[in-house]
């Protein structure tokens, strides 16, 4: 198993960078329980803080994956390729509220149809946004929330309220 | 006198060498003096009697003519001083004369002068009294024309002055009006996003936000935000 | 309300009040970021993957806060309005006051190079500090550094206020750049400057002890480019920064939390650098450069009067001179408590007159003279005449070269002061006569109408030999104005009783 392989299996699944590494920790974690035998007793593990979707991904994966690591490349791989996801910069999408994680995967496949298939995004709230989405991108920042029209249209829309006003 | 004293003087001079050559001269023996020495004895008595006679004389005579030259000179200086007063009393009368002329002329004049300085005086008052009636006439109406031209124009200014501290005030207040009108422009704008930052998340249901999302995304591809 | 397009960055790492931040693509240094509740911050460094910015403000910054582009530098606002203000480093009036609206117009780059040779001059003016001690034997010129240095309660912040309140009515502006001082002092040097009308032509720039590191780091460099921009007015500037040890420390603070390798005494390797970039900027500039002239003077405190430490060493080589104030002459009564054999002014000596140069020079030689004597003479009871004329002649001119706080000798007043020890007015005399009649002598050369006049000619006279000789001829009259001391009081007590009885005697 490559890293570069690696990472491609973590991306297929997250499509953010919390996740990404997220996956990649359970991940190694079985793997190391894999190859080093490790006892049930070893305190809480990162399967057992994992959510049901995480659980079920790591449960589902095939038997032979295990098998491309080996004692002495484990350590090596998922370095490089914590690096890799690392290195990988997310579009950072600003929005009103908390996206559930089904929508978070849907935003994720989409832009992935334009972006590639290791393109990130992460998410932060941002309530004053009211709706829309603003977006920072490699150190520019840029608003199409609902809230920067308002502002850039203040004008029109105050014309409209004293017309409002007037034909009261 | 000076006579009488170098006389006087002669004659002490005389006894004085007399008696030094009786004491210088050697003692005869007590017992028996001889004859030769007294008779050398009577005659320098003698002569000394004759020598005392003669200076007693002459200082007689210095004094005589000592008083003589005295009451001479007394006259004359008597008959000097009365000329003398003589001629003083001439001349302090002729000066007397001439001064007294002098003053009286001298009177004369300055009673003239003072009588032609009180003529000019009198004359040159009348033209001043003139003059400065005319001047203080001027002088009140030049007053009346400034005064009226200055309060004129006082007034004048005043009225700017305060026409612009009135059209300054009012743009004060227009400026002030204006910022307010733009703070309760921007409180409606803040109140707006306000309420619908409260309303839209519960009314918009998942789907619109997402459209809304996929719309922001389009338009940041269009304008190529994504490079 | 947010610009649509800005750039942005978001915090990696927080370190006290180091931050790291990713993006930020065109940001350079000395830029100024901002968050979003309005902490901002100073970008100091660029890694190759980070930003590393200075945070100004008070709050805590937290990883993945936002921190945004201003599009300005570092800037402090500079004008006439500053003049009688306290500020902090970045503007901010301390002094319960607001700024003007024209104080957003003008401001002052921080970090301005310094003008090259072309733009120099030689220093050529003495600055005036009004005290006889500096300005007689070891003169300050305008444009030079002198730094200032001893133990604390050395008297040396007394002596700076007296040089700011005797720079009253010369055109000098003055700039006092308190670093890391507690807010106490702060407080009560402006009382003083205002008590002594010395506001005016000061302005205070202050961070206190409690204001963040960065804060107090950047004190300095607003002094100095508060002073870059009258100085190109044609102005001439006093700056005084309080002091440089700490601004030291702050810096080997920042440099620390910023991974940078510690060199001596855990200082950063430039920090001489840092020092001398500052002092470098001060200097006597020719037209070219706007004329006017900047004066440093900064302060370093010494613990248990070493000098030789790292920072006291790197400064004395970056300035043209040093005054060593010593806490033993302080508690002795001598003020300015200025050890005079160890002080020195590389400049200063230009800037004076020939008298005034002749003049310190020979009392210098006394003073060498009568220290190597002073061993001599504690061992023999019967000393030559010369050698007690030398140790009058000490005695009565370290009394003329004491002055109290708060007090302004005129440079005249100073040439003749300083020449009446060699004259014989204290031969003869001991010591308490010079100390009694100090004042005496002062107020007599300021307002009698004979003396007042040889006090302006003094500047005037070709050489310090003239100067004597015409002094010499006044000596008998100050003389007689003068008191005596008490020993000669008790003798002339004496005298006159023993006088009064004769006459009684005589009535009898």
């Known amino acids: 198993m490559t890293p570069e392989e690696l990472v491609d299996l973590i991306l297929h699944e997250s499509f953010t960078p919390t996740s990404a590494m997220r996956y990649l920790r359970l991940l190694k974690e079985r793997v190391s329980d894999k190859l080093f035998q490790a006892t049930e007793e070893a305190g809480q593990s990162e399967y057992q803080l994992a959510s049901v979707r995480e659980k079920q991904w790591l449960d589902n994966l095939p038997i032979d994956l295990f098998n491309r690591f080996n004692q002495n490349s484990l350590h090596n791989i998922f370095t490089r390729a914590e690096e890799n996801i690392k290195s990988i910069q997310p579009l950072i999408i600003f929005l009103a509220f908390e996206l559930p994680e089904t929508e978070i995967s849907t935003l994720g496949a989409y832009l992935r149809q334009d972006f590639g298939s290791h393109f990130l995004i992460e998410l932060r709230i941002n309530p004053y946004l009211i709706a829309g989405a603003a977006f920072s991108w490699k150190g520019i920042y840029k608003d199409y929330s609902l809230q920067q029209k308002i502002s850039d249209n203040h004008q029109a829309i105050l014309k409209v309220l004293e017309e409002y006003r007037h034909k009261k | ?227 | 309300m947010a610009q649509k397009t800005q750039e942005v960055g978001f915090v990696t790492s927080v370190n006290n009040f180091l931050i790291h931040l990713n993006g930020l693509p065109s940001v350079r240094i000395n830029d100024l970021i901002e968050s979003d509740n309005g902490i901002r911050a100073w970008v100091n460094a660029l890694l190759p993957d980070s930003v590393e910015a200075l945070v100004l403000d008070e709050g805590k910054s937290q990883p993945g806060q936002l921190f945004r582009s201003t599009g300005q530098k570092i800037t402090t606002p500079s004008g006439q309005f500053l003049l009688g203000r306290a500020i902090n480093p970045l503007g901010v009036p301390i002094d319960g006051k607001i700024l003007p609206k024209e104080s957003s117009k003008t401001s002052a780059d921080f970090d301005r190079s310094a003008p090259g040779i072309k733009f120099r001059q030689t220093i050529n003016e003495q600055l005036q500090t009004g005290i006889i001690l500096v300005d007689s034997l070891i003169p300050i010129g305008k444009g030079q550094r002198e730094l200032v240095i001893g133990d604390p309660r050395s008297g040396k912040i007394d002596f700076l206020i007296d040089v700011i309140i005797n720079q009253k009515n010369t055109g000098v502006i003055c700039i006092y750049a308190s670093i890391g001082k507690p807010i106490a002092e702060v407080r009560s040097l402006i009382d003083t400057l205002r008590t002594n009308q010395a506001l005016p032509y000061t302005i205070i720039v202050a961070a206190s002890s409690s204001d963040p590191a960065p804060l107090i780091f950047l004190t300095p460099q607003t002094a100095f480019a508060l002073a870059e921009y009258f100085q190109t007015q044609g102005k001439d500037i006093l700056v005084i920064l309080d002091d440089l040890g700490i601004h030291a420390k702050i810096y080997r603070e920042i440099a620390l939390l910023g991974d940078r390798a510690p060199g001596r005494e855990s200082y950063p390797g430039d920090i001489f650098y840092q020092h001398a970039h500052l002092l470098e900027r001060a200097g006597n500039f020719n037209p070219m450069a706007g004329g006017g002239s900047i004066t440093a003077l900064p302060v370093i405190d010494t613990n248990l009067n070493d000098f030789t430490g790292f920072i006291p060493t790197n400064i004395m080589a970056m300035t043209d001179g040093h005054l060593l104030f010593r806490s033993a002459l302080f508690n002795q009564g001598q003020r300015p408590a200025i050890d005079l054999s160890l002080s020195v002014s590389r400049v200063g000596q230009q800037t004076q007159n020939r008298v005034q140069n002749s003049l310190a020079t020979r009392v210098k030689q006394i003073l060498a003279e009568a220290a190597q004597l002073e061993t001599v003479s504690s061992f023999s009871f019967e000393l030559p005449y010369a050698t007690r004329l030398t140790l009058n002649q000490r005695d009565a001119i370290e009394e003329m070269i004491k002055q109290p706080p708060l007090t302004r000798l005129p440079r005249e007043l100073q040439i003749i002061l300083l020449a009446l020890p060699l004259t014989n007015l204290f031969q003869d005399k001991d010591k308490s006569f010079a100390r009694l009649n100090h004042g005496r002598i002062i107020e007599l050369l300021s307002t009698e109408p004979e003396l007042i006049n040889l006090v302006r000619e003094a500047t005037q006279l070709s050489s310090e030999d003239q100067l004597l000789s015409v002094l010499q001829q006044y000596t008998p009259y100050i003389a007689s104005l003068l008191q005596p001391t008490a020993t000669t009081r008790a003798n002339s007590s004496h005298m006159k009783m023993s006088n009064t009885s004769a006459t009684i005697q005589k009535v009898t």
């Open chain 2, 1 to 227: 006198m000076p006579i009488t004293a170098l006389l006087s003087l002669v004659a002490v001079v005389a006894f004085v060498l007399f008696l030094k050559e009786y004491f210088s001269r050697p003692k005869p023996s007590n017992q028996f003096p001889p004859p030769v020495l007294e008779e050398n004895h009577l005659k320098s008595i003698e002569l000394l009697h004759q020598a005392v006679q003669n200076a007693n004389d002459i200082i007689t005579n210095a004094e005589n003519d000592a008083l003589k030259v005295v009451e001479g000179s007394e006259e004359h200086a008597g008959r000097l001083v009365d000329n003398y007063e003589q001629r003083i009393n001439q001349l302090a009368g002729a000066l007397e004369g001439s001064f007294q002329h002098e003053v009286d002329l001298a009177n004369k004049q300055y009673d003239k002068y003072l009588q032609d300085l009180i003529a000019t005086g009198k004359q040159t008052q009348a033209r001043i009294e003139e003059t400065a009636r005319q001047q203080v006439n001027d002088l009140f109406e030049r007053f009346e024309q400034n005064l009226a031209t200055f309060l004129t124009q006082t007034q004048q200014q005043s009225l700017t002055s305060i026409e612009l501290e009135i059209k300054a005030a009012r743009q004060l207040i227009d400026t002030y009006k204006a910022q307010q009108l733009m703070l309760v422009d921007e409180n409606i704008i803040a109140i707006l996003e306000k309420t619908l930052m409260l309303v839209l998340p519960k009314k918009l249901e998942l789907k619109d936000h997402m459209e809304l999302i996929k719309e922001s995304l389009e338009k940041a591809k269009a304008e190529k935000f994504f490079v």
